[in-house]
């Protein structure tokens, strides 16, 4: 028991408030109105839509699998990469929605927090992988990811794969998960950018005497 209350005690507080907000939401059917991501609405002016979309979500299953990987993402995530994380908690899901408004004016709805997952997962296995380059379980991890866009992206978003949601008009929305995968390389980049520029001034200053 002590052992429980230790790992829930150090479970990073910004991944535990998403899976409460998520789960608040999901057990008050009548708000999804209100937040989930509607493009007439957005541009009516209610951006908070372009956030909360990303915590409305289509039935349980639907609930079940996204908010499930993010509380594991939460454990890996929330400590290495703390920085990362504030970041795409507040920036990803605006970037994915907003993206989802100009590139998919088709899509009236969308729902669920598949993408930011996604993101988050394609980064952290980025990561992973550039700490041993012959490590074949992040490789593995992107493949993966690559496959399953490939499905989305081949079979036209049918469906929501082994997910049913309730409802039955709903497709998979591999538009925002190509975003979240965009949003994740750019943070990739920018992250290894700034570790090189580091070690260069770390070792530019090696030889120099201290002021």
């Known amino acids: 028991m002590k052992a ?13 408030a998403a899976v409460v907000a998520a ?4 057990l008050n059917p009548a708000w999804r109105g209100i937040l989930i991501y509607d493009r007439t609405a957005i541009g ?3 951006v908070w839509r372009l956030w ?18 993010l509380a594991i993402l939460g454990h890996a995530l929330g400590r290495t990469h703390a920085c990362f994380s504030r970041l795409a908690f507040a920036v990803m899901p605006p ?6 408004y100009v ?11 598949s993408a930011l997952d996604l993101g988050m997962l394609l980064y952290l296995a980025g990561r992973g992988w550039q700490r041993n380059w012959r490590d074949w379980f992040w490789p593995a991890i992107l493949a993966i990811y690559v496959i399953e866009l490939g499905l989305e992206i081949t079979r036209g978003g049918e469906g929501g794969g082994v997910i049913r949601f309730d409802d039955p008009s709903v497709r998979v929305a591999t538009g925002a998960h190509l975003a ?10 920018v992250a290894r950018r700034r570790e090189r520029g580091e070690d260069g001034g770390r070792e530019a200053g090696d030889g120099k ?3």
């Open 95 to 100: 970037f994915i929605s907003l993206c989802l």
């Open 52 to 69: 909360t979309g990303h915590l409305v979500h289509f039935g349980w299953p639907h609930f079940i699998a996204d908010v499930g990987l």
């Open 180 to 189: 979240g995968a965009a949003y994740a390389v750019a943070a990739w980049v």
């Open 4 to 16: 429980v209350l230790a790992v829930l005690r150090a479970y990073p507080l910004l991944f535990a």
């Open 103 to 113: 590139f998919e004016p088709a899509m009236q709805r969308y729902a669920g927090l």
């Open 44 to 46: 009516s002016g209610e």
């Open 23 to 26: 789960l608040v939401v999901q």
């Open 209 to 211: 005497p201290d002021d």
